[in-house]
Nanobody
C-alpha cells in the first residue's frame, strides 16, 4: 500500500503563489508516477501535472504550463507543485495520486487506488 498526504493549501490573493506538497509513504518503491489533480465544485476532476518517481520525466496540462512546476524530492519522498500567478479560477481541492503500473499516463493515474485526502486552495480576487 501507498499512503499520500497533501499539504500547503490555503488562501492566497490573485497573482500570488502557493507550494503544495505530496508526501508518500509505505511501498514507495512500487511507485512509478505521481500526479496532481484538482476539482472545483460542479466541475470534473482536472489533471494538472505528473512526474515519474525518478524525477526524470514530467507531464503538464496545457492549462497550467508556464505557471505550475512539478518536482520531486528524492530524500523526502515528496512531490511538490509550485503554483504561480494564481487566479480565482484556480480555486479547488488539489489532490495527488500515485500510480504503480509503470506507465506515465493520466488515465492510469485516474484509475489509481492511491489518492491523498486533498488540500483546499482558495484564490481571492
Amino acid at each position: 500500500q501507498v499512503q499520500l498526504v497533501e499539504s500547503g493549501g490555503g488562501v492566497v490573493q490573485a497573482g500570488g503563489s502557493l507550494r503544495l506538497s505530496c508526501a508518500a509513504s509505505g511501498r514507495t518503491f512500487s511507485i512509478s508516477t505521481i500526479g496532481w489533480f484538482r476539482r472545483s465544485p460542479g466541475k470534473e476532476r482536472e489533471f494538472l501535472a505528473a512526474i515519474s518517481w525518478s524525477g526524470r520525466r514530467t507531464l503538464y496540462a496545457d492549462s497550467v504550463k508556464g505557471r505550475f512546476t512539478i518536482s520531486r524530492d528524492n530524500v523526502q519522498n515528496t512531490v511538490t507543485l509550485q503554483m504561480n500567478s494564481l487566479t480565482p479560477e484556480d480555486t479547488a481541492v488539489y489532490s495527488c495520486a500515485a500510480d504503480d503500473r509503470g506507465s506515465m499516463s493520466v488515465s492510469s493515474l485516474l484509475r489509481s487506488g492511491y489518492w491523498g485526502q486533498g488540500t483546499q486552495v482558495t484564490v481571492s480576487s
